[in-house]
């Protein structure tokens, strides 16, 4: 963990468990194993799987709390999958033009979708939620985007590179003002998050049990190969 100018660096965790995806106590994921996107309430009361077949390898799951949609990045097929919270209205969003996809982001009040490509040209894009009005954020200097974030209140997306291992940031709307956050020459970084003025990831180099590119989760165990950050908050009057 650090502030987001990359200062006051902190380890939280190290072998850790952890959610991928939560909307209303709900949390969601991707396990590979079984080729299958799943939810549960986080105290274990009920669990159901919401989307059960066509999966090729799913990468990275967003939700938009706002529509209720679960939208998930599928290198398999080189697609992007949007479907309801419950599985159903499964349609694909894109499918064209895409190498690789991995992480991937969505901004509910702007209406737009964000993700990383790690194929031959590797790449940051943007879509309006329906995958309209593709534009490309970032090409140059980018190597393996693993993971990726949205700082909601200042308009900032956050990125991690496990190939240059560092952190940076660009403007969502213009994908200008491009910073680096952090650098580290000895960490394996997989996913990033944002939350107030603190950035969260997740360093594949800090354990030595990691197993890379599985999810899986049993009730409340699940392979540390994403990072999210779960807090809530009331609307001011």
């Known amino acids: 963990m650090a502030n987001t100018d990359g200062t006051n660096r902190s380890i939280l965790f190290t072998n850790q ?5 939560e909307k209303n106590d709900t949390i969601y994921w991707v396990d590979m194993g079984l080729s299958t996107i799943s939810r549960a309430k986080r105290d274990q ?6 989307v059960t077949n066509g999966i090729g390898r799913v990468e990275g799951i967003a939700v938009d709390w706002i529509a209720g949609n679960i939208y998930w990045t599928d290198q398999g097929f080189d697609v992007i999958e949007v479907a309801r919270l ?6 694909v969003v894109i499918s064209q033009g895409l190498d690789k996809p991995r992480a991937i982001a969505v901004h509910p009040e702007r209406g737009y979708l964000f993700w990383t490509e790690w194929g031959q040209y590797p790449r940051i894009e943007r879509s309006r939620l329906d995958g309209t009005q593709r534009a490309v954020l970032v090409n140059v200097s980018i190597s393996w985007p693993n993971g990726i974030s949205i700082d909601y209140e200042e308009g900032r997306l956050y990125w991690c590179d496990a190939r240059t291992d560092k952190i940076e940031r660009i403007n969502l709307e213009t994908g200008e003002n491009r ?32 197993e890379p590119h599985f999810w899986r989760m049993l009730w409340s165990l699940c392979i540390f190969n994403d990072v999210r950050v779960f807090a809530v908050i009331q609307d001011a009057c």
């Not at 468990?17 to 995806?21: L, R």
């Not at 009361?45 to 919401?50: G, H, M």
């Open 179 to 210: 910073e680096m956050v952090l650098a580290s020459n000895n960490m394996d970084m997989f996913s990033v998050s944002v939350f107030e003025s603190y950035i969260y990831w997740s360093d594949r180099s800090a354990g030595r049990n990691f």
């Open 17 to 21: 468990k952890g959610p991928v995806g």
């Open 86 to 91: 419950n599985g159903s209205f499964r349609y």
């Open 45 to 50: 009361t009920w669990r159901e799987d919401v």
